[in-house]
């Protein structure tokens, strides 16, 4: 048996992964993962996903440019969720062209963007 087969994932073959930043420490993203992203995650040393809207595997950075780095893998004491240790290229994490996907802050009642523009992402995906 395998590190991978000590894994617990989801019933639909999914587990949570955290994205995090190897030298700030800054969470910049949650997405989930199967057995194969994984695996090429570990074999290409380039973060991959499986993306749940698309169905498909979803190789970080592939239409961006800002891939992700593996610098470490963990798990948590259950081994049901993975936390990647990344260098982000390129600066922005997230899709909206922001650092972090973490970019909402509560304040009061209401919701206040907080994060640092990368790029636009109009002009990086055009219209979707």
Same mark, same amino acid.
């Given at each position: 048996m395998g590190?991978? *087969?000590t894994l617990? /994932?989801?019933e639909d073959g999914l587990i949570p992964v955290i994205a995090q930043d190897e030298k700030t420490g800054e969470v910049l993203m949650f997405a /989930?993962?199967?057995?194969e992203a994984? &695996?090429?995650t570990i074999q @290409?040393?380039?973060? @991959?996903y499986w993306s749940r809207s698309?169905?498909?595997l979803w190789k970080k950075g592939e239409e961006s440019g800002n891939v992700q780095k593996l610098k470490g893998l963990y798990t948590d004491c259950d081994k049901d969720v993975v936390l990647v240790k990344i260098e982000q290229v390129g600066g922005a994490a997230c899709h909206t062209g922001k650092k972090s996907c973490f970019f909402n802050e509560l304040s009061g009642d209401?919701?206040?963007e907080v994060g640092v523009q990368v790029f *636009?992402? &109009?002009k990086v995906y055009g219209h979707k």
């Open positions: 590190w991978i *087969d617990k /994932f989801q /989930f993962a199967n057995r994984l &695996e090429h @290409t040393g380039n973060v @991959t698309r169905k498909k209401n919701w206040k *636009d992402p &109009e």
